[in-house]
Each structure stands twice: as structure tokens, then as C-alpha cells.
């Protein structure tokens, strides 16, 4: 057996340096959301994750480097909720409307640090900030194709409009998160996702008025 493939702990060394990655970015979104981004430092991330900063530079060349990965794993996550829950069989449009909002709801209100990071503190630097845009443009795409699914008759459907009206809700809804997290209030769940599918409704047959 190769030396690489030794197991210890009943873990073979590449399932060791996947379990290292995961708590440094575990460790990461603790102290990226209880310092900020300006306090927080690597040798803190390694602290909190009970690892040296010799296993962290292995897996990130930088802080940023690895904040950028934890918000790289939020959007994934993101998406795969939204894949998992627009597909459930049995269910009317409007109806996975209303979960694919009750399963973002329950992700970022289960654990609020995801807000701080993703949205609050991922404004300190240009390379941070282009993440937060791009999971902005992501949550609006989402948020236009709930739209155009719920629309009476998608096929004649204002895809500017819609565009226009995901790209102001989701700002809105970003923007909710980061006060309800910044106050540390707890959104009724229930009757925010009732609310923002009212909302999807009828932003979906809103149409852009022509100028001119």
C-alpha cells in the first residue's frame, strides 16, 4: 500500500485533506462573521479550526482566497436547494414557488453567519464584491424563472419586465436578510414565504411600459 493511501483514524489521507478543507471553511464563516473581514486573520481561521496554519496554506493560498471559497460554497448550496426543491413531483407551479422560498428562507435563517459573509462583509474588497454581485445576479435569474413559471401564459410573457421586477426582489430580499441578521431578528418563516409568493405573482405579469 502507498504511503498516500495509509489510513489513520479510519481515514485514508485524502479523505484527511478533505476533512481539513472543511474545517477550515467551517472555522472560516465562524470568524469571518464574529470578527468582520478587516479583524479577522488566518491565524484566527486555524485557531478556530484546530488545525495549523501549515494545513491551511495547502488548501488557501490567502484569506481571501478562502472566503471566496466559503461563498462559492454558499451559492452552490443555493443552487442545488433551488434544483432539489423546483423539481419535487406532484407539485403545481405555484406550489414550488412557494418551496423553493420556503427552502432558501430555511437555509439562510438557520444559520444567519451566512448572511454576514455572504452578503454584509463581502463588501471590504473589489474581488469580494464581485462575488456578492454574482450571487445577486444568480438569486434574480432564480428569481425570473419562478416568475416565468407561474406566469399565465409564459409564452407571451414580458421577459423584460420580469427581469426588471427579479432584479428588485431579490435586492429587497437581500437587503431583509442583512437587517434581519445585522438585529439578529428571526423572519416568521410562514408568513414570509406566503408574502413573497404574492409578490412573485404579481410582479410575473407586470409589464415594462413602452417609452416614447
Sequence with gaps: ???????????????????????LLAAGLEVFAASGWDRATVRDVCRSAGLSQRYFYEHFTSKQDLFLAICQGIAADIERLVRE?????????????????????????????????????????PELRASRSALLTASADIAARLMRSIHPDPAH????????????????????????????????????????????????????????
Design 85 to 125: 426543491a423546483a423539481t419535487g413531483t406532484g407539485r403545481e407551479p405555484l406550489e414550488r414557488v412557494g418551496d423553493v422560498l420556503g427552502a432558501l428562507a430555511d437555509y439562510f435563517g438557520g444559520d444567519p453567519r451566512r448572511v454576514t459573509v455572504a452578503l454584509v462583509e463581502s463588501m471590504a474588497t
Design 157 to 212: 410573457a414580458d421577459v423584460r419586465g420580469i427581469a426588471v421586477s427579479a432584479q428588485v426582489l431579490s435586492g429587497g430580499i437581500a437587503e431583509l436578510l442583512v437587517s434581519a441578521a445585522a438585529t439578529q431578528t428571526e423572519l416568521p418563516r410562514d408568513e414570509l414565504v406566503a408574502h413573497l409568493t404574492r409578490l412573485y405573482t404579481a410582479a410575473a405579469t407586470l409589464d415594462v411600459q413602452e417609452s416614447g
Design 1 to 23: 500500500m502507498a504511503t498516500s493511501d495509509r489510513v489513520y483514524g479510519g481515514l485514508t489521507a485524502g479523505e484527511r485533506e478533505d476533512r481539513r478543507r472543511e474545517q
